[in-house]
Each structure stands twice: as C-alpha cells, then as structure tokens.
T-cell receptor, first 116, second 112 residues
C-alpha cells in the first residue's frame, strides 16, 4: 500500500519557469490538499479538494494552480516560479467526509523546491 | 482566522517526561491534532482531541481544554527516536471544516 506518493523529491527551477508537482494516493480518499512548509512557520494550506472536479483555495494560493480530474491525482502547478516559492511542499489526503472530524491527514514525503 | 502558538524548542533527557503546550485562538473549533515530524520526513498522525480531557496512547498522551483554548502533548519515558518536531493543528469552523491550521512546531531534542 503506497499511501500518498509525491514526485519529484527534489527540484531546482529558475525564476519564471513553470512546473507541476505530482501527487497520487491509492487509499480512495476524497479529500486532498497541498501545504508548503517554511522554516519557523507552520504548514500553510495552498489549495485543497473535496472530491474529483472540486477544488478551492487555501491560505496562500497565489502563484499556484490545481486540478482534480480523478480521485487519485491532485497535481500542483507553479505558473511562473519565484524565489519566494522556495519551500518544502507536502501533499496530504484524508478520508474525512464533511460530517466526520476525526480522520487524520496522510502526508506524502514532500518535494523540496529551490527557485534561483 | 486561526492563531496557534507552541514553544519553538525543548530539550529533555532520555527516560524523562516532556510536555509540549499548544494554545490556540480560532473562529470556532472542531478538533485538535498532534503530528510528529522527523527531520526531512513527512508529518505523521499522533493524536486527536475534540472533547475536553486526556487521551492516552501508550507513551504519548494529549490533553484538551476547549474553554482555555489549550492543549498539551505529553511524552513519557523519552527515547532517542522521539527527537522530532511536534506539530499542533486545529480544525476550525470555516466554510469547509476540512481545513487544518498548523502551529510552527516544537522541536524536541532527547539527550542521553
């Protein structure tokens, strides 16, 4: 059981380049999300999805796009990379339906992105 | 919005007990989670509290007081492998209850 799989593990981009961070889960979870983690700061929510075809913005959505065409996949696109987007990115999923609150997040192993 | 505070660092000796406090100010409350994150790895779930009181899971316990906006994670019989960052996360009553807000994390160092 692979859980949540993120690729790539490491990436270096130049300012202005675009790329897609991949995330896939095999637990049939409806809920998926992307967080970024920066030193001294908590995990901050970028975008999330409550099911295939449905996405919404989190705290820090600017500069990022997402789509959810299938239950399994939730890619994160950086439109035009900036040094401020240097961070560790985590994808997470949960089986939590709207009326159940005790399902924890399952995290992928992260993508370490550097923008020069 | 959510405001979650926890100490930045704590150090303790192998075999000892450490208590990590978390205070929060949120627009509504629908549960508090603790996650453990080893350096360079993904966070993993430790505990969940939604009602007041203590939840015990082996060497780890978590306490919640909703009226005080306060939780703690208690780590007993510390082992070297417990050296990690511990993240407090709160689910508020925003328009989608799935959103979790995280504190910056408390780095615990266990010394021999």
């Amino acid at each position: 059981n692979a859980g949540v799989t993120q690729t790539p593990k490491f990436q270096v981009l130049k300012t202005g380049q675009s790329m897609t961070l991949q995330c896939a889960q095999d637990m049939n979870h409806e809920y998926m999300s992307w967080y970024r983690q920066d030193p001294g700061m908590g995990l901050r929510l970028i975008h999330y999805s409550v099911g295939a075809g449905i996405t919404d913005q989190g705290e820090v959505p600017n500069g990022y796009n997402v789509s959810r065409s299938t239950t399994e996949d939730f890619p994160l696109r950086l439109l035009s990379a900036a040094p401020s987007q240097t961070s560790v990115y985590f994808c997470a999923s949960s089986s939590d339906p709207p009326d159940s609150y005790n399902s924890p997040l399952h995290f992928g192993n992260g993508t370490r992105l550097t923008v020069t | 919005g959510q405001n979650i505070d926890q100490p930045t660092e704590m150090t303790a000796t192998e075999g000892a007990i450490v208590q990590i406090n978390c205070t929060y100010q949120t627009s509504g409350f629908n549960g508090l989670f603790w996650y453990q994150q080893h350096a360079g790895e993904a966070p993993t779930f430790l505990s969940y509290n939604v009602l007041d009181g203590l939840e015990e899971k082996g060497r780890f316990s978590s306490f919640l007081s909703r009226s005080k906006g306060y939780s703690y994670l208690l780590l007993k019989e510390l082992q070297m492998k417990d050296s990690a960052s511990y993240l407090c996360a709160v689910r508020g009553t925003m328009r989608n209850d799935y959103k979790l807000s995280f504190g910056a994390g408390t780095t615990v160092t266990v010394r021999a």
